[in-house]
């Protein structure tokens, strides 16, 4: 499995125009046979900093999820609405709990 670490801050004044992008293409990547997890969430200490965790089964799973016109129009739409750039990082699933 592939992890993907997304971090996003948003500008001042933003926050919620952000955070109604980046919820609005998960209906879409719910549909994505190998996306395993894709979950946002908001920091409790900053309200316009926002991580997404995602999961996918391999690295022709996460090419597709990047190359999805859904996603390519969120990151048309999201650098006005950041205060910086986001950080990305990729990781490899090494051990978790199965419920």
């Known amino acids: 499995m592939i992890v993907l670490l997304a ?3 948003a500008k001042p004044g933003k926050e919620l125009e952000l955070e109604t992008a980046l ?3 998960i209906p879409f990547v719910e549909t994505e046979q190998g996306t395993a997890q894709y ?6 200490k900053n309200s316009g900093r926002f ?4 999961k996918y089964a391999d690295k022709e ?6 190359s ?4 390519k129009e969120l990151f048309e739409k999201v650098p006005s609405l950041l205060a910086e750039k986001p950080s990305i990082e990729l990781y490899q699933e090494v051990a978790s709990i199965k419920r």
């Open 7 to 9: 971090t996003l801050q």
């Open 23 to 25: 919820k609005s293409v």
């Open 39 to 44: 979950i946002l969430h908001r920091s409790e």
């Open 51 to 54: 991580l997404f965790y995602e």
């Open 61 to 66: 799973a996460l090419d597709y999820h990047r």
């Open 68 to 71: 999805t016109p859904y996603l």
